[in-house]
């Protein structure tokens, strides 16, 4: 993993209307950007996350051409391996959009708007597989999981941590000792990669990025066994930062809303293992608060 | 036959060939040993400085209760779908102060939070190990009947220890490298036997070889018949050439002594020969002077037929050739004997024709000598008939016997050559011995007189087989110069 470091300029122009700025309203600042920044070397800056299979640096690459060609600007990805990095780096106003899970989303409240939600199988919505060792026939559902070593993905993921601690939860056992261990991977592929080697005895994986590895890395997946599949969850959502123009966020989303219309847009979706984008709407994530309700995180 | 008891031929290259051997093994074994605690030594080596970089970079990750960052980093070293190297771990894991698993390499086998004493091959002895044994510090452990080598390293900083690094090898692992290793050995320890074994061989058949014809040349030596070995066989002046000169020296004294022997016996018969002959010789002496007398009686009276005479003058000098001949076997009895005359070549003819013309065997007869010659008739008639007489017998019929008398030089040369087979080579290289005879029935004295008598006048005689003959030839120095 190679993080994509900022041209060195852009970095120190800002550190210093940081400095100057420091009174200026969060909102404001884009504004004051634009106005010493010409329009043809704007940078619009765009958080990863584990939310998907991020590490594909060579279709990375691709998707990003795509999107300066189509918008007009410079395009920059920053991948993080985790949910809290991408999340400070909202906080500190350092990304304009962020592909986050709807955990993430939710928990960012105010600072993020919704810009679009990807369309998986058709539908903007995903599950949490439950998934054991290949070899492993015993358990057939979490009830069966009481003592087990447990691999989360990443504490602020949905699929990965809020819905099976809900689960257990819902048993009427406690989430934090009804397993004999758990550990964070920090990626949904790891945790597959958990369960694979043995290294834990189960793992809570993300359906689309599972659905994705088994296209990719069939031998992995082949490894496990899915023995329960959640509800239905609002897909991770592409965010926009607050700051945001409604120029930028209008362009973004009319980019990502018509990839599905051109040759290349259609190949990119394709290799994301996407259907398409759609404007989408909050409330396709009640489940998601409501489980973060009973965790007192909403 | 026992083993020692064998030839050196084969003692020296086999003994010679067990040591090349016994060294090649046994440098060889030593090779192999050492390369194998080398291999130990290195995995070792290797292992701890492994398990010092691992456990500095896995302090935090178990610090913290990063399960996943610890099990990145300790699966890092295996390389996925490589064969097992023999320097790389089996399995590489952590154990906490309680000796349960806190992370390890191979999940399925080590499970997380699993009792070290229940993980099955050696490792309940390495629980009993680390517990005796002090983990602020890298140890090594090896159980007898085990085929694992066990490397830990205490996972500490600042004195505070999270947990125990154990990097377990597998002692088939290093088998393979052992394997290659050890045959490069045997490789070069049979290119070594290859070389000194022919070498040994051939050192080992140069020492023997003199050693054994030595042994059988002084066999032989008790024998009598010392083989002669030649100075080639060993030329050198060490003891075993010392030992050459010295049986040479010995084989030479007793050939001499045999010859000796050999003469001495020849003399000794030959004494014998004589005094028989002179025994016989005075016996035939008596009646003879009688026989002589009475001739001598007759002549007197005087007024004989002219053929009584003759007959009696071919008696008398045939008996004067008796009494000489007798004369000439007693030593001590000098018989004075008259000149040679033809007519004594003309009785020997007339004594010899009635022989010749019953064996049908002609007589090819050239004399060319004067009317009297200063030579010892008797002795001159003797030497003639006995050859003659040789002469007829060994012709065969219808064969031709030439005879030749002349002089010259001062010499009397007579020829006796007839046309019959060749002699026999045994025969002709004991021909002037006594008892020595190329035909049937004779008693072989013959030309063993001819020969004493020549040699008494001084002269030689030779028999040889030229142009279909075999001739006798016959040279006597004549007295003065009565020639």
Known sequence: MTPIALPAGNRRRRQILQAIGAGLAAAAWPAARGATDPAASRTLRIGLTPAFVHDQHSLMADWRRYLESRLGTNVEFLPRNSYRETMDLLHQGRLDFAWLCDYPFLYLKDLVRLLAVPLNQGRPYYRSYLIVGAENARPTGMADLKGAVFAYSDPYSNTGYLVPRYHVRQLGENPTTYFRKTFFTWSHRKAVEAVATGMADAAAIDSFVWDTLTRVKPELTGRTRIIDRSPEYGFPPFAAHRAVSAKD???????????????DGRHLLERLNLDGFVAGDRSIYDKVVTMMRAFGEY | MRIFDRSLRHKIPLWGGALIVASAVAVSGAQMVRAYADLKRDTINSSEGLGHTLAKTLFPALLHDDAWRAFELIRAPFHEGRPEQPLEA?????????????????????????????????????????????????????????????????????????????????????????FSIALGGAGMGALVLAILLPINWYWGRRMAEPLVELAKGMGDLGKGQPAE???????????????????????????EKAALEQEML??????????????????????????????????????????????????????????????????????????????????????????????????????RVPEQVGIPAGFVRQILI??????????????????????????????????????????????????????????????????????????????????????????????????
């Open chain 2, 266 to 367: 020849q003399s000794e018969r030959l004494a014998a020969v004589g005094r028989l002959a002179a025994g016989i010789a005075h016996e035939v002496n008596n009646p003879l002077g009688g026989m002589l007398m009475a001739l001598d009686n007759l002549k007197q009276r005087g007024r004989m037929d002219p053929a009584v005479a003759k007959t009696a003058a071919l008696l008398e000098r045939g008996l004067q050739q008796v009494a000489e001949t007798v004369g000439a076997l007693l030593v001590e009895a000098r018989v004075v004997s008259r000149p040679l005359t033809r007519h004594d070549l003309d009785d020997v003819h007339t004594l010899l024709e009635p022989q010749a013309v019953k064996k049908q065997v002609g007589f090819d007869w050239q004399i």
């Open chain 1, 249 to 263: 966020f209008a362009a973004l989303q009319g980019v990502l809303l018509g990839m599905g219309r051109d040759e």
């Open chain 2, 90 to 178: 089996r399995a590489i894991f952590v154990v906490d102060a309680d000796l349960r698993v806190l992370v390890s390499s191979a999940p399925r086998a080590m499970p997380l939070l699993a009792p070290l004493d229940t993980l099955g091959a050696d490792y309940p002895q390495l629980a009993t190990g680390l517990r005796l044994g002090n983990r602020d510090a890298t140890a090594t452990y090896e159980f007898a009947d085990s085929g694992f080598l066990h490397v830990t390293i205490p996972v500490a900083e600042d004195g505070a220890r999270v947990g125990t690094l154990v990097i377990t090898h597998s002692k088939d692992a290093f088998l393979p490298r052992f």
């Open chain 2, 386 to 483: 006995n050859l003659l007489l040789n002469a007829v017998h060994a012709t065969e019929s219808g064969g031709r016997i030439r005879v030749e008398a002349g002089t010259g030089e001062g010499r009397l040369l007579l020829c006796v050559a007839n046309t019959g087979a060749p002699l026999p080579e045994a025969v002709r290289e004991h021909l002037f011995e006594p008892f020595v005879s190329g035909r049937e029935g004779g008693h072989g004295l013959g030309l063993w007189v001819t020969y004493q008598t020549v040699t008494q006048l001084g002269g030689q005689i030779a028999a040889d087989w030229r142009d279909g003959e075999v001739r006798f030839t016959v040279s006597l120095p004549l007295e003065g110069d009565a020639a």
């Open chain 2, 229 to 255: 070995l030649p100075a080639s066989l060993y030329a050198y002046r060490d003891e075993l050439g010392q030992l050459y000169e010295a049986y040479r020296d010995a084989a030479r004294g007793l050939r």
